[in-house]
């Protein structure tokens, strides 16, 4: 059974700083690319960020120079490093591991007050 779990998730003032995590499970992790959407009210969910299995990363372009994408084989774990967050960057945030498959985490709210 895969899981995605996200987590670092919560409340910060513009200008701060948060560490998402997403640790996965059920999968051969390096095989997978791994991404991060967000999803803020009324609107449709978009891509972040997104890291392959070889450590290629590619970011929208609202977020970068602000946010970095990591992961770490060893703990089937990928990372996304905010910072100078933004009021407009308030949303829930998921987690995607695609390969043959795509899956989704349960997504966790980042909420960047002004």
């Known amino acids: 059974q895969v899981q995605l779990v996200e987590s670092g998730g919560g409340l910060v003032q513009a200008g701060g700083s948060l560490r998402l995590s997403c640790a996965a499970s059920g999968v051969i992790f390096s095989l997978y690319s791994m991404g991060w959407y967000r999803q803020a009210p009324g609107k449709q969910r978009e891509l972040v960020a997104v890291?392959?299995?070889?450590?290629?990363?590619n970011y929208a372009d609202p977020v970068k120079g602000r946010f970095t994408i990591t992961r770490d084989n060893a703990k089937n774990t990928v990372y996304l490093q905010m910072s100078s967050l933004k009021s407009e960057n308030t949303a829930v945030y998921y987690c995607?591991?695609?390969?043959?498959?795509?899956?989704w985490g349960q997504g966790t709210q980042v909420t960047v007050s002004a």
């Open positions: 890291i392959t299995s070889g450590g290629s990363s």
């Open positions: 995607n591991a695609r390969y043959r498959n795509s899956y």
